[in-house]
């Protein structure tokens, strides 16, 4: 069945450095993909959508300059969490939408920051 | 907009007995997707049954199988013969109709399972 590979798992990173996700359908083209935060026992909040060749769309009160999100291919989507604080430590999850209105999930990164 | 209500933040059920995960949606959409998500400790999203608003047939899988009513928008999950690798968080889950396959999902609160042998 369709993949989607997440890197890194697990990322710890000081204060003010910037860390970049990744996410990849390995198995179909995914022109669209779902960028999504999750705190300890708390449910996915959408952050946004990255559009293959398009700017992101972002929910509302997510900080676009903060999370930064690129969509440079058919199969890779990032998001780069810049200058890192501990707030932003958290649970980040992608997930792209297949076919027959299936959605893969990555399987999340933990961004820790000291 | 549309909202996802899951008002039991944690449940409990003994092995081989049979739990039921409620969930209400508010939507003023009248063709949309609902879903029922497993996130097990791994933290890997797992689907487990999903429905589309314009059938009637509630769906089933296997010993999951869901009560869609679609005036009270209520969707409850029913785990019947529960098992140990049931224990999970679940998470209900709306998706608009018409969207292709790029509608976003909203997700409710979570429901923490836990099964006690």
């Known amino acids: 069945g369709a993949v989607v590979s997440q890197h890194p798992s697990r990322v710890i990173c000081k204060s003010g450095t910037s860390v970049k996700i990744e996410c990849r359908s390995l198995d179909f083209q995914a022109t669209t993909m779902f960028w999504y935060r999750q705190f300890p026992k708390k449910s996915l909040m959408l952050m946004a959508t990255?559009?293959?060749?398009?700017?992101?769309?972002?929910e509302q009160g997510v900080e676009k300059d903060k999370f930064l999100i690129n969509h440079a291919s058919l199969t890779l989507s990032t998001l780069t969490v810049t200058s890192a604080h501990p707030e932003d430590s958290s649970f980040y999850i992608c997930?792209?939408?297949?076919?027959?209105?299936?959605?893969?999930f990555g399987s999340g990164t933990q961004l820790s920051v000291l | 907009a549309q909202t996802v209500t899951q008002s039991q933040p944690e449940m409990s059920v003994q092995e081989a007995e049979t739990v039921t995960l409620s969930c209400t949606y508010d939507t003023s959409e009248s063709d949309y997707y609902l879903f029922w998500y497993k996130q097990p400790p791994s933290r890997q999203m797992i689907l487990v049954i999903r429905?589309?608003?314009?059938?009637?047939q509630n769906a089933t899988e296997n010993r999951f199988s869901v009560n869609f009513q679609k005036a009270a928008k209520s969707f409850s999950l029913k785990i019947s013969d529960s098992q140990l690798g049931d224990a999970a968080m679940y998470f209900c889950a709306y998706r608009i109709y018409g969207s292709g396959n790029t509608g976003k999902l909203i997700f409710g609160q979570g429901t923490t399972l836990q099964v006690k042998p």
């Open positions: 990255s559009n293959e060749g398009s700017k992101a769309t972002y």
């Open positions: 429905q589309e608003a314009y059938k009637q």
């Open positions: 997930s792209a939408p297949g076919d027959g209105e299936k959605l893969f």
